[in-house]
C-alpha cells in the first residue's frame, strides 16, 4: 500500500476476526477501504485479544515442533558438530570454521553457522542439546519474523497462517532441528526480505528516506552473512528484492538507486571482511580452505559451491559412475533428474511441495487483490516479493545439475508460507464474489489430489489418504455450492435471501474447516513423524520413506525419511576404499546381493523407523571399490542404530556421546570405509582412550582420510583429528611432503586407517591416498577393535 497521509492516530477499521474491512461496491465488486497507509498507521493497528491468542498459539506450536525430541538426533551432521566443538575449543579454529583444533582445514562452507554452534558448546559444553539449540532457535526466529511481515500487509491472521505453514512444513521442521547451515541460511533471508518491505513503508520525506536507507543496510548486512552461511545461495532472493524496491519504494528512481547501493554496501562489507581475511593470512599460517583444490575461498565460491552446483562440475565432489561425470542435463545421475518437475518427484516433493499449487496461486491471488492500488502498494509488493523468490529459487533448484539434496528445499519454505497465506486471505477478502469462491473450490480440490498422491509415495498411515480424499472432496462440494449462491444472475437471486444466506454461510463455514483439514493433515503428519525421528548423517529427509524415491535420496546417512539406522559406515577399516556402498534402496536385500534380516538393535527394521522392512541397493562401484561388502566377509550393509555395535556379540564397541551410530550402509559394518563419506560412525572406547593418552604432547592426536570419519573420532574423544584430504578425501591437504614434515615434528599421534574416497573424484587430488601408502610401507600396523591403527611416533 502507498505511503499516502493517514492520520498517525488512525486505525485502521476491521472486520470480523480482526481482519481488514471491505465495503460493498456498485455491480458487486467488494473493495479495500483503506488501501493507503503509513508506517505509522500500520503500528497503530492495535491487536484484539484474539489476535494475540493466534499469536500465541502459533509461537507455542512452533516451540513444540523446534524442541520436543530435539536431542534424538544427538550430534546429527558430524561434520559440523566437529567445528564446533574444534570451534568451541580454540578461538583461531573458530574464526575459519576449522574442523579440528589443531587447524588444518576447514569445513567447505563458510563459518557463520558454525560460530553459533561454537558459542552454544562453550555455554552448554559438548552436547547435542548444545550443537542442535542454536537451530530450533533459528526455527523459531523465521517464524516470528515471518509472522509481522505478513501481517503488516495482509492482516494479523494472514500472519499467523504463514507462521504456522512455515512451522509445519516437513523440510523446514527438519532443518530447524539439525545442524547443517540451512536453517540460519533461511532465518537471514527471511530478516532480508522483512527488512526490504519494512523499508517501502516509509515516506518520501527526509526522516523516512533515513529509515528507508537504514532498513535497506540491515537488508544488506542480512544477505552478507548469509553468504557467510551458505555462499552463493543466498542470492538468490535478491532479484525479488531489486524488483520490488526499483518498483514500489515511494520516492524517484535516482534516491531508490542510491537506497540500493547502500545495501549493496552492506553486503560487501558484512561479508567481504572475512573474504579478504582468507586472501591477506596466506597458505599455512590459516587452515586449508577445504572444498577447494587451491586452498582459495574464491574458488570454493564460484566453482565446487558455485557454478559447479549449476553446471555439474565440482572438482573433488563426488563421481556419478563409472565415467566419473556429474548428474548434468536431464539424464539424472547421482542427485535426481533436472526439470520443471524434479521437486514435485520423489522424496522432494513430500519435503516441500504439499502447499505448491497454493503457494504458485498466491502470486496471482495477491496480484488480483491489489490490481487497482498505486505503484507503491505493498500488497502487490508482498506477493511479487515472495513470489520472485518462490519462482527464482523453484527454478533454479529444478535445474541445476551439481550436487543437490532433498533438503536443500528448505531454502523455499518461507516463501510457500507468505504465500500460501497470501492465496487464502486473498480470497477471503473477496469472499462475497463469484470468482474468489470458485477459485477457493477449484484450488481446494486440486490441492487435495496432490496431497493424495504424495501420501500414496508412502505406506506409513495408509488411511491418511482416505481421510484427506474424502475431507478435500467434500469441503471442495461446499465451496463449490456456495460459489453458484453468489453468481451476480437473476435467476439465482433466490439464494441471497435471509434464510438461505444462513443455509449458505453454515456450508462455507464447513467447507473451510475441511478444507484446512485437506489442506494440511499431511504436511503436519509429515512434520510429526520428522520430529520423533533421529536423523544423523550428511544426507538427510523429512517424514517416511517413500517408495519411488529418486537419486540419493534421503538414504545416505539420513536413511528413507530421516532413519537413523543404516547410514555410512562407522569406523574402523582396514582398506582406504569403500567396504561397500549400501545405500538404502527399496528391495530389502543388502548391498551385497544377500538376504537381509532386517533387523537392527533398536529392534526395527531394516534403514527405516517405522517398522516397516529394510531396504538396500547398490549405485555402480567408484574406483578402489570392492563389490559391496566388508573385507572381513561382513556384508556391507549391516547396520546400527542408538550406538549399539555393527556386530551383537562386540561388547567392546561404544558409542559418540549421546549415542548416536551410524554404522552399516556406506561402507558399513567392521572392516568397512572409516566413519562414512556421508555419515559419521562411532568409536569403541578402546580406540577413544588411545586417542586421549597423552593427546596434549601432540597437535593432532590422529589423522584420517575424509571429515566425516575424523569427525566420529574427533566427537567422542574430544581431541583434534587431521582429516586427510577434507569431506571427500579428495583436497590436497595435506600433500605427502608436508604430513611426512608434521611425523617428523612429532605433531600426530595415530593414523587411523580407512575414511574418505580419496582421490579420483572429478579431478580431487590423490594426496590421501598417497599418504596411505606411505604410512603402511613405513609403520607397523596394529588392529584395534577391527581398526587399522598406525602410531606415527614408532
Keep these: 500500500m502507498s505511503t499516502a497521509t493517514i492520520p498517525a492516530s488512525a486505525e485502521r477499521p476491521r472486520g470480523r476476526f480482526g481482519l481488514p474491512a471491505f465495503a460493498s461496491m456498485p455491480g458487486g465488486r467488494f473493495v479495500d477501504t483503506h488501501t493507503t497507509r503509513t508506517v505509522r498507521a500500520s503500528v497503530a493497528e492495535r491487536r484484539t485479544l484474539a489476535d494475540w491468542i493466534g499469536f500465541g498459539g502459533m509461537m507455542g506450536i512452533t516451540a513444540v515442533i523446534m524442541f520436543v525430541n530435539l536431542t534424538a538426533s544427538g550430534y546429527a551432521n558430524e561434520f559440523y558438530s566437529a567445528a564446533a566443538q574444534a570451534g568451541a575449543t580454540d578461538w583461531w579454529a ?92 533461511v532465518l537471514l533471508m527471511t530478516a532480508a526480505t522483512a527488512a526490504v518491505m519494512r523499508s517501502l513503508e516509509y515516506p518520501d520525506t527526509r526522516s523516512g528516506n533515513r529509515g528507508r536507507t537504514l532498513w535497506m543496510a540491515l537488508a544488506g548486512a542480512c544477505i552478507g552473512f548469509g553468504f557467510l552461511t551458505k555462499q552463493m545461495q543466498v542470492f538468490l532472493v535478491v532479484p525479488g528484492f531489486a524488483l520490488v524496491f526499483l518498483m514500489a519504494s515511494p520516492t524517484n528512481l535516482w534516491r531508490r538507486i542510491v537506497d540500493g547501493l547502500v545495501a549493496v554496501l552492506a553486503v560487501v562489507v558484512s561479508a567481504g571482511w572475512w573474504v579478504a581475511l582468507t586472501v591477506i593470512v596466506p597458505s599455512g599460517s590459516r587452515p586449508y580452505i577445504g572444498g577447494s583444490q587451491t586452498d582459495s575461498f574464491l574458488e570454493l565460491t564460484f566453482s565446487y559451491n558455485g557454478l559447479g552446483r549449476i553446471t555439474g562440475n565440482e572438482n573433488g565432489a563426488v563421481a556419478t559412475g563409472a565415467g566419473g561425470s556429474g548428474a548434468g542435463g536431464n539424464g539424472g545421475g547421482m542427485w535426481g533428474q533436472t526439470g520443471l518437475t524434479r521437486l514435485f518427484d520423489g522424496e522432494y516433493g513430500g519435503q516441500i511441495a504439499w502447499l505448491a499449487p497454493l503457494a504458485f496461486a498466491g502470486i496471482v491471488i495477491g496480484l488480483i487483490v491489489a490490481h487497482r492500488a498505486r505503484r507503491t502498494d505493498l500488497r502487490r509488493a508482498s506477493a511479487l516479493i515472495w513470489g ?122 464447513a ?169 559419521g560412525g562411532t568409536a569403541s572406547s578402546e580406540i577413544v582412550a588411545m586417542l586421549q593418552k597423552d593427546a596434549g604432547e601432540y597437535r593432532w592426536a590422529a589423522a584420517t582420510t575424509g571429515s566425516q570419519n575424523a569427525a566420529s573420532y574427533q566427537l567422542a574423544s574430544e581431541q583434534a583429528v587431521m582429516a586427510i584430504g577434507g569431506f571427500n578425501g579428495s583436497d590436497p591437504a595435506p600433500m605427502l611432503e608436508q604430513f611426512k614434515s608434521y611425523v617428523k615434528q612429532g605433531l600426530i599421534h595415530y593414523y587411523i586407517s580407512g575414511g574418505g574416497m580419496g582421490g579420483n573424484q572429478m579431478g580431487g587430488s590423490d594426496a590421501a591416498s598417497e599418504i596411505a601408502s606411505w604410512v603402511a610401507e613405513n609403520f607397523e600396523a596394529q588392529t584395534v577393535d577391527g581398526v587399522t591403527i598406525y602410531d606415527l611416533t614408532e
Design 94 to 185: 573458530f574464526l575459519w570454521g576449522s574442523l579440528d583444533a589443531g587447524n588444518a582445514i576447514t569445513v567447505d562452507k563458510p563459518p557463520a553457522a558454525i560460530w553459533l554452534m561454537a558459542l552454544s558448546v562453550r555455554v552448554f559444553g559438548l552436547n547435542s542439546f548444545a550443537i542442535l539449540l542454536p537451530e530450533a532457535l533459528c526455527g523459531m526466529a523465521s517464524v516470528w519474523i515471518l509472522y509481522p511481515t505478513i501481517r503488516r500487509q495482509w492482516g494479523n491472521w494472514a500472519g499467523v497462517i504463514a507462521g504456522l505453514t512455515l512451522a509445519v512444513t516437513p523440510v523446514a521442521a527438519l532443518m530447524f532441528r539439525f545442524n547443517n547451515p540451512d536453517a540460519l541460511l
Design 511 to 679: 467447507g473451510i474447516v475441511l478444507a484446512a483439514v485437506a489442506l494440511y493433515a499431511g504436511p503436519v503428519a509429515w512434520t510429526a513423524y520428522t520430529v520423533s525421528t533421529g536423523h544423523t548423517g550428511s544426507i538427510v529427509t523429512a517424514g517416511p520413506n517413500v517408495t519411488n524415491s529418486v537419486g540419493m535420496g534421503g538414504g545416505p546417512g539420513g536413511g528413507p525419511g530421516g532413519g537413523t539406522p543404516g547410514g555410512f559406515g562407522g569406523p574402523g577399516g582396514q582398506n582406504d576404499g569403500f567396504g561397500g556402498m549400501g545405500m538404502p534402496g527399496q528391495d530389502g536385500s543388502s548391498s551385497d546381493g544377500s538376504s537381509s534380516d532386517g533387523s537392527s538393535s533398536d529392534g526395527q527394521s531394516g534403514n527405516q523407523t517405522d517398522g516397516q522392512s529394510g531396504t538396500q541397493s547398490t549405485p555402480p562401484a567408484m574406483p578402489g571399490q570392492n563389490d559391496g561388502s566388508a573385507i572381513d566377509g561382513q556384508s556391507g550393509t549391516k547396520g546400527q542404530s542408538n550406538g549399539q555395535s555393527t556386530e551383537d556379540d562386540d561388547s567392546s564397541s561404544s558409542s559418540q556421546p549421546n549415542g548416536n551410530g551410524n554404522g552399516g550402509g556406506f561402507g558399513g559394518g567392521r572392516g568397512g570405509m572409516g566413519g562414512g563419506l556421508l555419515g
Design 388 to 509: 520472485a523468490w518462490l519462482v527464482v529459487t523453484w527454478l533454479t533448484f529444478s535445474f541445476m545439475a551439481g550436487i543437490f539434496h532433498q533438503y536443500y528445499t528448505v531454502a523455499l519454505a518461507p516463501a510457500v508460507a507468505a504465500l500460501t497465506a497470501i492465496a487464502i486471505i486473498g480470497l477471503w477478502s473477496k469472499r462475497q464474489t463469484f470468482w474468489a469462491r470458485a477459485v477457493a473450490a477449484l484450488l481446494v480440490f486440486v490441492n487435495t489430489f496432490w496431497a493424495v498422491e504424495l501420501l500414496g509415495r508412502s505406506t506409513w498411515l495408509p488411511w491418511l489418504k482416505v481421510a484427506v480424499l474424502f475431507a478435500g472432496f467434500i469441503a471442495g462440494l461446499l465451496l463449490l455450492a456456495a460459489a453458484v449462491a453468489a453468481v451476480p444472475m437473476r435467476e439465482f437471486r433466490f439464494l441471497r435471501t435471509a434464510g438461505a444466506n444462513r443455509v449458505i454461510g453454515v456450508m462455507g463455514v
